[in-house]
């Protein structure tokens, strides 16, 4: 499912996680906008297209036998990736503060911490 959402009139780069957990529980509730725009049932998670890539949420939806929906919760899934690499550089004046730290990318693609 390719979904928008329009934040101060103009459309929202990412998903917000609370769109997208309510997004997933309407794919759960039928007769919703969401689950008629699905080809089927999701069952499991849900794949959400976005501008900046999917994201995959889930909902545990039920109906009880008066015909209330209860949304029990909710999940979104993200996966493990590098956010940022850099470099921070600190003045020689502050560095009395603190013993500098490095941290360096070994061989094997791990972390190490010198002094």
Do not use: K
Not at 11 to 20: K, W, Y
Not at 51 to 72: C, E, K, M, N
């Amino acid at each position: 499912m390719t979904a928008r959402f329009i934040s101060n009139g103009q459309p929202h780069r990412a998903l917000p996680v609370t769109s997208a957990l309510c997004t997933a529980v309407a794919a759960r509730i039928s007769g919703t906008v969401v689950a008629e725009a699905l080809q089927a049932d999701p069952g499991g998670s849900l794949r959400v297209g976005m501008p900046s890539g999917i994201l995959t949420v889930g909902a545990d939806v039920t109906r009880d036998s008066t015909g209330a929906w209860t949304a029990h919760g909710g999940a979104f899934y993200r996966t493990a990736r590098r956010l940022f690499d850099g470099r921070i550089y600190v003045p020689h004046s502050d560095r009395s503060m603190a013993a500098p730290i490095a941290r360096r990318r070994s061989e094997s693609g791990q972390f190490r911490t010198t002094r």
